[in-house]
């Protein structure tokens, strides 16, 4: 039993054990609560006391007079009621004062963010995550082919066609290494005649006994420079073509064949890990996995199917050209050869025009001494 406290007459409640008040007090009450509203109730002065739990009266609220100050404003006037005396008599107040409200510390917990507020870096992460992931695939795939354990998909007539051209690219590689070879002698070769026709010219001038036949000679080898010239400009133009060919071409379509092997490989890798997974147990842990991997499977397997369409046209359309394009070339080369060495300086110079040849004059690209100042 807890000791009583002294007992106030500002107000005094008793409250029974099912937390109503005694009506014979109620009146009592509502006279001291209004004596205490007017006068400002300081709640901080007010106390519980228990006195005998068997008794019918189970707890008293006692609140003192009021001892501030006179000149602060009154608080309205509330009614009491059975619901009011009840809440008072409860131990743990249910309101908060602002003060209290500060000292609430706030409750941790996980923190979702929402979709424009996530953080640049976890997307990069999470990019990088996943290309680690393919990147683990694909290498396992291809060292599994070359170790001759796992399976690939092959398309026969597709991969033929790649051979051929990869073949083919090899060797229009090695013409036209050969064909520079030769306009670099041709070149030289010109270069030496020309020099040469030039000493037989001036000894024509200072030979008056030799002079017809250092003459002679001076215009056969200026004719032969001058011929040579017209060739080399032919053989340029060749090397230029089947250079462009070659280069550009066909080495934009072995990018287009090295993306659809990328997409093959990435495709039989996830075909591969779909078929270890379905061999394996099914339960709820699997089951995820097994979706998740059928889902990445049809995408690389569209990708593979997309990627395989566009060599297969890409591979028709440089059949067409290049078809055209050396025929063009090889005809020039043969034609302006032939010329050359029969001594046609007709036909050859016809050749030229035929294929829309320039051929460029000594000293044109040199700037003018009116430039140079």
């Known amino acids: 039993m807890a000791q009583e406290s002294p007992r106030n007459t500002a107000a005094e409640i008793s409250v029974t054990s099912n937390g109503d008040s005694d009506d014979t007090r109620e009146d009592i009450f509502q006279m001291d609560l209004k004596h205490g509203m007017s006068g400002g109730l300081n709640l901080s002065e007010t106390h519980i006391s228990s006195s005998n739990y068997g008794a019918t009266t189970e707890g008293i609220i006692e609140a003192g007079p009021y001892k501030g100050s006179s000149s602060q404003p009154t608080s309205p006037v509330v009614s009491p009621s059975r619901a009011a005396a009840s809440r008072l008599a409860r131990p743990d107040n249910d309101f908060l004062s602002p003060k209290d409200m500060m000292k609430v510390e706030p409750i941790s917990g996980p923190v979702v963010l929402a979709e424009d507020l ?19 695939k694909c290498t396992r795939q291809i060292l599994s082919e070359k170790l001759g354990r796992g399976s690939r998909t092959v398309d026969l007539e597709l991969e033929a066609q790649i051979e051929i051209l990869r073949d083919n690219k090899r060797k229009y590689e090695h013409v036209v290494k050969l064909a520079q070879t030769l306009g670099s002698q041709l070149y030289q070769m010109v270069q030496t005649q020309r020099q040469l026709g030039d000493a037989f010219a001036d000894l024509s001038l200072k030979s008056p006994e030799l002079h017809e036949e250092f003459g002679f000679n001076a215009e056969t080898q200026k004719l032969l420079s001058k011929n040579g010239e017209t060739l080399l400009g032919a053989i340029n133009f060749f090397i230029c073509s089947v250079k462009t060919l070659v280069d550009k071409t066909i080495e934009d379509t072995m990018v287009n064949i090295k993306q659809y092997e990328n997409a093959r490989i990435e495709y039989d890798a996830y075909r591969t890990d779909l078929e270890e997974l379905n061999l394996g147990p099914r339960d709820a842990t699997t089951i995820p996995k097994i979706e998740q991997s059928q889902y990445a499977f049809q995408a690389y397997r569209e990708k593979y199917e997309k990627m395989r369409n566009d060599v297969s046209i890409k591979l028709k359309f440089l059949e067409e050209n290049k078809v055209k394009v050396l025929h063009n070339q090889l005809v020039l080369f043969h034609n302006a050869i032939a010329a050359y060495y029969a001594g046609n300086q007709k036909q050859l110079e016809q050749t030229l025009k035929q294929f829309h040849i320039k051929l460029k004059t000594p000293g044109a690209d040199a700037p003018s001494w009116l430039e140079e100042q």
Do not use: G, H, Q
């Open 118 to 136: 996530k953080n640049p870096a976890m997307e990069k992460l999470d990019l990088v995550r996943k290309w680690s992931i393919n990147t683990y």
